[in-house]
Each structure stands twice: as C-alpha cells, then as structure tokens.
C-alpha cells in the first residue's frame, strides 16, 4: 500500500511538472501571437506595443499639417542610430529573458526525474522511463544549441529554440521573415532534428 501511495506520488509529481511546462510555453507563444503588430512581427518591448500601419497612417497627417518637425543631416543620423541600438538592446534582453526561462523549465522537470530515479521504492519501469525522459532531455538541448548556431550562420543576429514532444517553437531576431528565410530555417531544423515541418512554430522578433 506504502509503495503504491509513493508511485502516486511520483506519478502526480511529473505530470505538474508537464502541466507547468506546457502552460508556459502556450501562454509563452500565444502571447507572442497576441503582440503581433502590422508587420507581423513581435514587439521586444514588454511595455507597449506598436500598430505600425496606424503609426504611419498618423504620422503622415502629422506631417502634412506642419505639427511635426523633421531632424536633418546629422542630427536625423543619429537619432536613427539611437533608435536602431535601442530596439537591439531590447530585442537581445528579450531572448536573455527567454532562455533563463528554458533553462528553468528543463531544471524543474530534470530535478523531478532525478527524484523517480533516486526513490529506492520506484520500480524498475519508472526509472526506465526517468532515464529515457533523461537522455531525451539531454538530445533536445544538444540539438538547440546546433539548430541555433545553424541559424545565426544564415545571417540572423539572435535566436532561441525549444524542442519538446517533437515540436520546435523558435523565437528569431527579425523585424519580418520572408518565406525564403521561414524555408531556411525549417530546412535547418528538419535536417537536425527529429522534428517535422509541420511542427514548427516560428516567431520573429524585433
């Protein structure tokens, strides 16, 4: 009976975690669904976001009613320069943000299969199943690390993928992808995982 209550337990204990795991990563990307603006990509900025097609739509009335004054040579140079690195600061925080969350999420479910190994009153099929979740694990984040270091190589600055039940969500530093780049970064992924195109979410960030 003892030993029962324990592999409840155990069971109980994995499946939270699961749980946990794929309502943060929903919550994650239909939130980055949610923040799509005109452009169809995502704002890096937790703050606020921007609907461009409205954004130009004002600024152009703005500009032909004389309201707006409009900064010339140098002084429009750099105040582009200071947008630019100002979107790229936040754009590579967003990705730090993002990868500390990854390497939660895999320290959680890994400290949970470490506990059905160590119990001496689990099975032998338990911890035959704690090893292979182990070993998949371990195969994931090798793949990531390849699949992303693949991906900067076609030219993107920042990206993070997460691989889980054979599907891979990749979050790319873009401020829009054209189908040439979504084709590339499929190709990658398929050539490196095993994971099918049709499993593939792709979200571009600014």
């Known amino acids: 009976m003892k030993t029962m209550f324990g592999k409840r337990q155990v069971l109980i204990a994995t499946l939270v975690v699961a749980l946990g795991l794929a309502i943060y990563l929903n919550f994650q990307f239909n ?54 690195s100002a979107t790229q600061t936040q754009g590579s925080a967003y990705f730090v943000e993002a990868r500390l969350n990854r390497e939660q999420s895999r320290e959680e479910a890994v400290d949970v299969l470490k506990d059905v190994l160590a119990d001496a009153q689990a099975d032998d099929s338990a911890k035959t199943e704690a090893l292979a979740a182990s070993a998949k694990i371990a195969q994931n ?63 571009p960030v600014e």
Do not use: H, R
Request: with cysteine; aromatic share 6%.
């Open 141 to 203: 984040v090798k793949d990531e690390g390849e699949i992303e270091n693949l991906i900067k190589a076609k030219g993107f600055t920042e990206c993070m993928v997460y691989i889980e039940d054979d599907k891979a969500n990749v979050i790319v530093q873009s401020d829009g992808l054209l189908p040439s780049e979504v084709a590339q970064i499929k190709d990658v992924i398929t050539s490196n995982a095993q994971v099918s195109a049709d499993n593939i979410t792709i979200v």
């Open 31 to 84: 939130k980055a669904g949610e923040d799509f603006t005109a452009t169809g990509t995502l704002s890096s900025s937790s703050s606020e976001t921007y609907n461009y097609g409205d954004a130009a739509y004002v600024n152009a009335s703005e500009a032909s009613s004389g309201d707006v004054s409009t900064p010339e040579g140098d002084d429009a140079s750099t105040a582009d320069e200071g947008d630019a």
